[in-house]
């Protein structure tokens, strides 16, 4: 069974930084893609950033050059690196694995995407 715990989460000023982990059993990251997501209060949940087995990664527009997706296959752990924060990022973070016999790995197509954690808050304050 495919359990992720999401942790790391909390509230930052604007321009702060924060890293979120997600720790996965059940699914060997390695040799997968992993996903994070955001959802805001009131909003539909968005992609935020992806990487592939074998390392490519893709990001949403709106967190280019600001975060980073990052994995620790040793650990089983996926980590999302957030700077340059700004309070149009709080929201619930949570990370999830691509569905078996989907190749195409971008956190843009959340359909193909599974096995979700419970998520971390992250609040931003201006």
């Known amino acids: 069974q495919v359990q992720l715990v999401e942790s790391g989460g909390g509230s930052v000023q604007a321009g702060g930084s924060l890293r979120i982990s997600c720790a996965v059993s059940?699914?060997?990251?390695?040799?997968?893609?992993m996903g994070w997501f955001r959802q805001a209060s009131g909003k539909e949940r968005e992609g935020v950033a992806s990487?592939?087995?074998?390392?490519?990664?893709n990001y949403a527009d709106s967190v280019k050059g600001r975060f980073t997706i990052s994995k620790d296959s040793a650990k089983n752990t996926a980590y999302l690196q957030m700077n340059s924060l700004k309070p149009e990022d709080s929201a619930m973070y949570y990370c999830?694995?691509?569905?078996?016999?989907?190749?195409?790995?971008?956190?843009?197509?959340?359909?193909?995407?599974?096995?979700w954690g419970q998520g971390t808050q992250v609040t931003v304050s201006s």
């Open positions: 999830a694995v691509l569905r078996a016999h989907v190749t195409y790995c971008s956190s843009s197509f959340i359909a193909t995407f599974g096995s």
């Open positions: 059940g699914y060997t990251i390695a040799t997968h893609c």
């Open positions: 990487i592939d087995y074998d390392g490519p990664t």
